[in-house]
């Protein structure tokens, strides 16, 4: 349906800002909204915001209010995660998805689509 690649991980010092990239190509017909997870060894993958292709209303977690922005550039069809003050426990693999049900919500199964994933690693 949807082809989606992630990039921007890496290592980055608590603290820091870090920004992931999402990029989309094709068929994105249903796509409503895209969105990013993520998953940290031992847990199940999370929420963390999302933004609907119509209109640009965003979506966060609750715990991640202040300190993650999403945004997209249409023009590149392109979705962004600017992480601020990040922390260990942030450390995770990230994922872009797309959201193919068009009730909105933010759990996994919600997204039909996933990028392969990239990784950030936050040190003390």
């Known amino acids: 349906q949807v082809q989606l690649v992630e990039s921007g991980g890496g290592l980055v010092q608590a603290r820091g800002s870090l920004t992931l990239s999402c990029a989309a190509s094709?068929?994105?017909?249903?796509?409503?909204?895209l969105g990013w997870f993520r998953q940290a060894p031992g847990k199940e993958r999370e929420f963390v915001a999302a933004?609907?292709?119509?209109?640009?209303?965003?979506y966060y977690a609750d715990s991640l209010k202040g300190r993650f922005t999403i945004s997209k550039d249409n023009a590149k069809n392109t979705i962004y995660l600017h992480m601020h003050n990040l922390k260990t426990e942030d450390t995770a693999v990230y994922y872009c998805?797309?959201?193919?049900?068009?009730?909105?919500?933010?759990?996994?199964?919600?997204?039909?689509?996933w990028g392969q994933g990239t990784q950030v690693t936050v040190s003390a």
């Open positions: 998805a797309a959201r193919t049900n068009r009730v909105v919500l933010t759990t996994p199964t919600a997204f039909g689509s």
């Open positions: 094709g068929r994105t017909f249903p796509t409503y909204a």
């Open positions: 933004i609907s292709l119509n209109g640009g209303k965003t």
